[in-house]
């Protein structure tokens, strides 16, 4: 009786030792979205039909004038907005983000990595500008 007791002491010893350095992965957004991805859309040339082939379907549309338009990228970009020269008209705002966490339970770091683009496509179906952000961020 104390053999089977011991085996299974050991062998939750173990699991509880695997179990502390198991690492978790969670990621949500856009799958597609990558830096490399994001680098094929060239500004005045890519169509909405070659962004949706390349990133899928956006999380958001925003659809805003050229005055509304620069005051949400204002809002949204509060250290170095870009200037996004647009005409007057409508313009559509796609936006796709990428979350992802990694951790361990112990020992090791926590380690994030957020990516955000925001594509602007004019009236023809043209985007006009892209914006690319991709941020990591690691804590103990």
Not at 109 to 115: G, L
Request: charged content about 20%.
């Amino acid at each position: 009786m104390f053999g089977v007791l011991r085996h299974k002491t050991a062998y939750l010893a173990v699991a509880t030792a695997l179990i502390a350095l198991v690492v978790s992965c969670v990621s949500t957004g856009a799958p597609k979205l990558s830096e490399s991805s994001v680098s094929r859309i060239a500004e005045g040339e890519t169509t909405e039909r070659d962004i949706s082939s390349l990133l899928g379907k956006p999380e958001q549309i925003l659809i805003l004038d050229k005055e509304s338009l620069e005051h949400y990228i204002a809002r949204l970009a509060t250290r170095n907005p870009p200037d996004p020269s647009l005409i007057e008209g409508h313009y559509e705002v796609w936006t796709y983000s990428r979350w992802s966490h990694i951790s361990s339970l112990v020992l090791f770091t926590s380690y994030e990595t957020a990516k955000l683009c925001m594509l602007i496509i004019n009236s023809d179906g043209i985007c006009v500008k892209k914006l690319y952000v991709e941020e990591r961020h690691m804590e103990f």
